[in-house]
Structure formats: C-alpha cells, structure tokens
C-alpha cells in the first residue's frame, strides 16, 4: 500500500454527492464468502479508511468519505491513465475485473459521472457483501462470474468479433 509522498492524493471538488458509509455497520473480524474470507481492517489513525482484505491479501483500500482518495498504487496508477486518456469529467465505459472493494469504481463514479461502469467479482458472496457494506452507487452493477466471460460481451468485443467473422466468410 504505497502512499505518493507518504499522504493519499486528494482531489479538491471531485467527492461523491452521497454521503459516506457508517464505519460503525462493518463487521468485525473475518466473513466467510464463497472463495475463502473477507475481512475490513480498520486503523484508529484513518477513521474513514477500510482496507478489505481477501483471503488474507489486501485487495483494496477505501475512504468512506472521499472515493477519489486511492492509496494502492496500482490504483494511483491506474487513475492517471484513465485521466490521460479523456478529458477531465468525461463518461467512460469501464469494466473492472475483479471488483473488491470496488474502491476504482468509486472513483470513477465521483470524477467521471455518468460512466458506464460494469464490476465483475469471481466471488459472488463478496460481491454482494461489500454492496451492502459500502452503500455502492448503482453504477457499477456488480456481477459474478469469470472475466473474461463478461469481457466477451462488452460492445467493443462484440463489433471485433462480427467484422473478424465478416472478414473469415469473404
């Protein structure tokens, strides 16, 4: 969990419209789910930051009050990217794979209103759990499944898979 410059990046303006999760409803210690455990690891010194930790990996890390607060570095990384390649506040399509904590759905929720955002999480248990523990917007829907199955039907992959067809039959 690297943090740029030992703090987490905030963007002035950007947060959500809705209000943070209560902390005080996350459970305590590990639940199970259908691929192993989750469990919310909470710190006295970040009230509003949960680390979700899946099968005793951290996977994700969320401010409750701030989505646009990311302090995985591969989400810092991430973000850049997906600043670099749309202007500031435009939609974007998204499919994240591997959903967690769903901590870069949020993000993009809070900078980029009106994506079109679809989450897919291995583990259905988990998936549903953190809907109800982090009072998700309904952008993303969150589905269960492999990837790579709901990576083949996103448009993009449908259009190249109808002129890659189109392309074999002439």
Do not use: I, K
Not at 49 to 54: D, I, W
Not at 66 to 88: I, K
Not at 97 to 124: I, K
Request: proline letters at 9%; glycine letters at 10%.
């Amino acid at each position: 969990m690297a943090r740029s410059g030992g703090t987490s990046p905030r963007r002035p303006g950007r947060a959500s419209h809705r209000p943070p999760t209560d902390a005080a409803g996350l459970p305590d210690g590990p639940v199970r789910t259908s691929t192993g455990t989750v469990e919310l690891v909470r710190s006295r010194d970040d009230p509003d930051g949960v680390t979700v930790v899946v099968n005793g990996v951290p996977s994700s890390h969320l401010d409750l009050a701030d989505p646009t607060r990311l302090d995985f570095e591969y989400m810092q990384q991430m973000a850049v990217v997906v600043d670099r390649v749309a202007e500031p506040g435009a939609s974007l399509r998204v499919l994240h794979l591997g959903a967690a904590g769903c901590t870069f759905a949020r993000y993009v929720h809070a900078t980029r209103p009106g994506s079109h955002q679809l989450a897919v999480e291995l583990d259905a248990t988990l998936a549903e759990l953190v809907r109800g523990w982090f009072d998700l917007p309904r952008s993303p829907p969150c589905a269960s499944g492999r990837g790579r199955t709901h990576r083949a039907r996103t448009p993009a992959r449908r259009e190249r898979g109808r002129r890659r067809a189109g392309r074999l039959r002439g």
